[in-house]
Structure formats: C-alpha cells, structure tokens
C-alpha cells in the first residue's frame, strides 16, 4: 500500500500548488476582483463537474473529455508557460521516487499559506526570494514592462486570460491524475481483496496446520512412551546378560586358577629340571677337567715310560758290554786262573747292577698298578660321562619343549594383547561415532520438538516433510537399539578380555618375580656346589696343577667333543686303543738280562 500513499501524497501536493496559485493571482489582481470570481466559480464549478465525471464514467471516456478540454482551451506552444507545462515520463518517474519525503514533509510542516508568502509565479514577482515548490516562468515577455498608463488594464486582462488558460491546462493535467489515482485505488481494492482471500486460505491453512500439530504431539508423545517401554525393556536385558557374564566371570576366575596351579608347577617341574641341568653340566665340567686331568697325567706316565724305556735299552746294552768283558775276564780267568784287581772292581759293578735292576723291576711294578688303576677310573669317568651326556641331552630336550611353549605362551599373549588393543580401538571409535549419532538424533528431536511448537508456515508440502521425518525417527530409533544392543555386547566382550588380560598380566608378574628368585639361588647355589666340586676335584688330584696351555687345550677339546659326537667317538676308540696297546706292550715286553742268568 506504500504506492498508494506515495499517489495520495502527489495529489496533496498538487492541491497545495493549486492553492499556492490561487493565492497569488487574488493578490495581484484586487481590481478585477469580480471578473476573478466569475473565473473562479466556473473554475470551481468545472473541477466539480469533473470529479463528478471521474466518479461516474470510466477511463476511456475521461480521456476523451481531457481531449475534448485540450480542443476547447488556446494553446500556445510558442509561450514559455506550455513549455513549463509539459511534463516528460523521466520526470514522471522521478516524482514517483520522491513522493513519500514529499508526504512527509507536507504532514510535518503543512504550512497554511496567505497573501504575503505565496511563491513568485505571476508578473512582477522578481525578488530572489527562495522558491519551495515549483520554479515558474513569466507568463508574459519582458517587453511588456515598458508599457505603461491606459493600457495597463489591457495587459492585466491579457494576463488573468493567460492565468486562465494555465488554471485550465493545470486543471486537466489534474483530472488525468486524478483519473490515474481512481485506477490505482480500483487495482488497490482488488489487490486487496486478493490479500484477503490469502489471509483466508492462510488461516485455514494454520487451522489445518494446528491440527496436524496436535496429531503430531500426540504421535511424539506415544514414540516417548515406546522409547521408556524400550529402555526398561533393554534395561532388563542388560542386567540379564549382566547376571550371565558374571556368571561366566566366575567359572573363568575358577579355570585360570586351576591354570595358574598347572602353571605353577610346571615351574617347579621346569625348575627342578633346570637345577637338575646345571648339576649336571657341574658334573660335566667336573668329569672333563678330571679326563683333562688323567690325560696330563698319563701323557706324563707315557713319557716317563719312553724314558725307562731308553733307559732300559742303555742298560741292556751297558749289560751286554758288561757281560762280554766278564766273559773276556772268565776266559782270561779260566786260561790263567788269576785274579786282578780289576776282576775284584767288576764284581763290584756287577752286584750293583743287579741291586738297579732290581730296583727298576719294583718301578715297573709299581708303574703298571697304577695304569691298572687309571684304567679302571678312565672306565668309571667314561660311564659317568656318557651317562651325563644323556641326561644333559634329555634335559636339553625338555628345556627346547618348555621354550617353545614359552615362546608359543609369549606370542598368544602378544596376539591377545594386539587383539585387546585393536579392540579398545575399535570399541571407543564405535562408542564415539554412537555417541555423536545420539546427540545428532536428540537435536533432531528438540528441532522437532520446538518447529512443532512454533509452526507458522504456510506451505503445502509441510506434511511431506513432517511424514518424512517420522519415518526418519522410526528408522534411527531402530537403528539406534540394535546399535546400542552391539555396542553393549562388544563393551562386554571387552571387559572379560580386559579381566583375562589383567590376570594374565598379574600371573606373568608372578612367575617373572619367581623365576629371578629362583635363577638367582640356582646360580649362588652352582657356585657353592662348583666351589666343592673343585676343592673335591684338588683333594683327588694328588698334585695340584696350575693352568697352562695343555689345559687351555683340553678344554677345547672337551668343548669339541661335547658339538661333534663323531670325533667323541673317535676319541673314545683312540684312547682305548692306546691303553690297550700300552698295557700290550708293558706285559709282553721283558728284559734280556732276566734270561741271562738263567742260562748261567
């Protein structure tokens, strides 16, 4: 309606100019008084025939009247005054844009306008005085100033019939105005009547959408009471599983501790055997420093006997020598039965031979009991040792088992625990994406809430929308419980994980803690029993031997001997054949000497 406010302010605004008029032509003209309101009945009777006109007859036949006026009225284009009567649609336009700071100027200030403050639009009126409204021009040339006397009345009659004549344009371009504004209030009626068959349609509308409100809350009401019917449903489920899991809770607390017990004397078994290990490679090391030992010693008794060996033959031949002088001197003795001294010097060296021989006879002696005796503990140290070789292998076979089963225990808590942290991973990606989809869904629901609360609109499709979202709701809903009934049971699923795990974590602490405990007395009691082994070892050693490089030797070779079992055994036959064949030797061999006397 603001456009026909601007309309009502330009026809406001014309009456004022009109007025304005009016004003000036009573004011300047006080001779012709009568004359004038001859002209200003039959102007006013003309405006009144004319709003009469524009009340009755349509648009068309007004233009016709206007252009019948125009017919009847002078015009002169030559003149200044139709040139500033004719209006150009820019212009139009422009009067249009600035109607309303126009009615509102008029509305503040409406002036009341009298004879002394009428604007200068008339002959005469030359003063620079500023100009409100309208800019005028003169009515009449300038050159109508020099004349002057009688013929004054003549001009000013001329002037009030120009005066006139614009009177009439201005009063015709008002009809047209005043015709545009009776079409303007018609489409005004009209579009009101448009607007109030809307207003209708709209609060009809409104009606149906209270309505469908109403249902709306009820159906939000009712999903309200399923949800809580779910909940309590889904609550009773819960503590139902609850019951089961603790259940189940229980009867593996009792398995892993029947497993812990299992475990526990696994240990001791793996403990005891491992004691029984190290006992053993005590043993070892004992049994190969006592071979290393008996080897040093029977290189010795080898090279002691090279030796009487060689001094065995220096003898024999010392003997032979001996034995051909003496058979030199009982020839000589025999021939000339005389008795020298150096006779008397050789029966003195041959009774110290004898006294020798027989001392070397008692060495012999006492030189093969003792290989006996080195044969027989070489024979109870092999047996000792291939018996510890075997149970040093069974042992290690035990230790490799119970080291791959730590090792396959190692890794399935390693697969467990990766298994547990993926889980957790998983589970509070899940709980995250679940908890941000329950807080999209409640905003949802309080946007719901409050849009169904404060509908005011107007479109047709809002059912659509509001069928729509309800589906929605039912489908999230759904969605949401069977989301919430996995999320329950993978939070459960975590939490036994998480009781296995702490357990197995508690039960690992333990047997760490045990077997330090148990490592560090096995290896302060390996110490002792090696302490008493080597004191044994020095108290059966009848000489104490310092380290040198034939132990450095035979302990490599004792360290080869323990890889490679083909060489063990090629030892083993070597040193029996060299017993065997030493012991050959020392029976079978007997000095020449013993058979001489005999034959004497």
Known sequence: MAWFADLAGRAENLLNSLDEQTGAALRNHNVTKKKWEKNEFTVAQQTESTWGQRKRLPPRTLKKINTENKSSIPSRKSSPLSNHQSRSPSRDNQDVKNLKPKKSASRKSSPQYTMNQCPNTLVADHKDKPRTIKQRRLSLPADLEVYSGDDDLMYQMQNMEVENAMLRNELNVMNREVSELATKLRMTQDDAAKTQIKLET????????????E???????QLKLKLTENTNTEVTKQKELNKGLQEEIELLRIKTADSDEKCTELRHKLNEKEIAQIKLENDLRHAQSTISNLQSNLEKSNEECRRLERDWEAYKVRVKNMLLSKDNVIKSLQEGMEVTVDTKELMHQIQALKEERDELSEVTTAMRNECEDLKSYMGQVEARHTAAERVVCALRDALREERTARNRADAQWASVTKDLKSLQIETGQTIASLRMALRDKDNELHRLRDTSSTVRSTDTSALNVADYDIKQDTIDSNKIEYLTQALVLRQSKIDKLLADNNILKIQLEKLETKYKKEISAVRSNSSHSVVHLQDECRHRSRSNMT?????????RLGVMVKRYPVLR?????????????????LCTSTPEFASRPSKS
Request: negative net charge; hydrophobic residues 55%.
């Open 202 to 213: 709209a609060d009809l509308m409104y009606q149906k959408i209270n309505t469908e409100k």
């Open 215 to 221: 249902a709306l809350s009820a159906q939000v009401e």
């Open 547 to 555: 380290t040198d490089t034939l132990s450095a030797l035979s302990v």
């Open 569 to 585: 055994v090629f030892v083993i036959a070597y040193m029996v054949c060299l017993h065997f064949w030493v012991l050959t030797v």
